[in-house]
């Protein structure tokens, strides 16, 4: 009968339908939100969520038997377990409120325990904040957005959290993988409150969506389902993956031991990964769209990137909620520089694309073995300028999947049991001379430099 994959992202939602071969037959998207109400501060309505899962569901079509899940990860979502009704908005992964109290926390244990950084990122200083200002009373439940879904899904019947979802919590100890009394205590989180870890590939149990009663197997985070989608299954395999931000992950098989400076080590849905998280991609692109008003839709931004010789100049520092990896400063913000009166949108459109290539180059530096090939997929993939020049960066060859939707089909892979990768679409081969890209990487470094002096 097929699979339903859905894929809950920070911007919207999709899902596609596939058959029992996972090809697709039927997509479907919508909208999610976006609220800001304090600068920093970044929100979704929990029972938007699931409203856009519903609908996106709908629009994909097809009679599946069964729905796979792959989720923006670290966002925190606190109920009443009684009610089923949220304590408080969603904090997406973007918010930065807790970045006084991560500066607090003792990197070195944070580090050693999870393969994380204390950074506002993660879901234990969220939990923590909404548990002092809501109150920690009995009768709650938290989960990521995964556990969200099921818990809508089997009607409060099961409440679980897939391992991968769960490693990005803070509150895990990734050489156990299972909740860390130690962090638990550090932060102030019950284990009442706590969900069940279960594999990736788990079958949680039967739920209910628009009517019709399906099994739910396979669930990880997004960057780990496009791994496993791209059929990155041993040490050394790589991908990035191109949405409001940018995800590098290389598979490191059962190696959990801990990352290189700069760099995140995290479960994978069959072994353990290096990431290097960019917080702000796609999502500088909306906010030309958006914030400025420069561009109407993120499609323009490839014509107009090319209809200038460069930036003229102008160099921009998405840090619009803070640096990621490798950098790991919840405090920078975002710069541009070198403006004169000749700039033009085009330019600043094309400094930002640059952005996107220039930090997912800095985090392959990070990297102590880069890839031979990365691996892409995502939403900006479609743009061709923008993946030429991160091969031209990178000095590899970019393969982008011929189904951008690398995130869906991973997590319809894992409920398949199956470990076959996308179909490669197309392959971007290095040109630009060796001096070009020296001079375009001084001149990001320059830029970034004072965005992280500032």
Not at 99 to 111: F, G, H, K, Y
Not at 115 to 132: H, M
Not at 232 to 255: I, N, R
Not at 274 to 295: C, F, K, M
């Amino acid at each position: 009968m097929g699979v339903l994959a859905v894929d809950q992202g920070t911007t919207g939602t999709t899902c596609l339908a596939l058959d029992d071969d996972l090809n697709v037959l039927g997509r479907g998207y919508r909208e999610l939100q976006q609220r800001f109400p304090r600068p920093g501060w970044v929100e979704h309505d929990p029972h938007e969520i699931w409203r856009t899962v519903e609908e996106a569901a709908r629009e994909a079509g097809g009679e599946p038997d069964t729905v796979a899940i792959t989720n923006q990860r670290e966002t925190t979502v606190l109920w009443d377990r009684r009610t089923g009704e949220p304590v408080a908005p969603a904090i997406v992964w973007q918010d930065r409120r807790t970045a006084e109290r991560c500066r607090e926390l003792d990197t070195d244990l944070i580090r050693a325990k999870t393969g994380l950084v204390p950074d506002p990122y993660f879901s234990a200083t969220k939990l923590e904040w909404l548990l002092r200002e809501h109150g920690a009373r009995d009768g709650l439940a938290f989960g990521t957005v995964d556990s969200w879904l099921v818990w809508k899904l089997t009607g409060g019947e099961r409440h679980v959290v897939d391992v991968t979802n769960a490693s990005r919590t803070m509150l895990v100890n990734l050489e156990t993988l299972d909740w860390d009394d130690e962090l638990l205590e550090l932060f102030g989180v019950p284990h009442a409150l706590l969900p069940e870890i279960v594999p990736s590939a788990a079958d949680v149990g039967e739920g209910e969506l628009n009517g019709r009663t399906v099994r739910i197997r396979g669930i990880a985070g997004d960057q780990q389902a496009a791994l496993y989608g791209h059929g990155c299954h041993l040490p050394g395999e790589g991908k990035a993956t191109y949405g409001t931000g940018s995800f590098v992950l290389v598979h490191t098989g059962d190696d959990a031991g801990p990352p290189p400076p700069g760099l995140l080590k995290t479960a994978a849905a069959d072994g353990y990964a290096l990431e290097g998280a960019v917080l702000v991609s796609g999502a500088a692109v909306q906010w030309l769209r958006d914030g400025l008003g420069l561009i109407d839709s993120a499609a323009d931004t490839e014509a107009l990137a090319r209809s200038v010789p460069d930036t003229g100049g102008v160099q921009f520092v998405p840090a619009l909620t803070g640096l990621g990896s490798p950098w790991w400063d919840p405090d920078a913000r975002g710069l541009v520089t070198g403006l004169t009166r000749g700039t033009s949108r085009a330019h600043l459109v094309r400094a930002a694309l640059e952005a996107i290539a220039q930090q997912v180059a800095d985090v392959l530096d990070a990297l102590p073995e880069p890839p031979t090939v990365l691996r892409a997929d995502g939403g900006a993939t479609a743009n061709s300028f923008l993946m030429q020049l991160q091969a031209d960066l990178l000095g590899i060859p970019v393969e982008v999947a011929a189904e951008r939707e690398t995130t869906a089909l991973g997590a319809a892979a894992l409920a398949a049991g199956r470990e076959t990768g996308v179909h490669v679409g197309a392959v971007y081969e290095p040109t630009m001379s060796a001096d070009e890209v020296a001079g375009l990487r001084e001149a990001w470094r320059r830029a970034l430099d004072l965005t992280t002096s500032s």
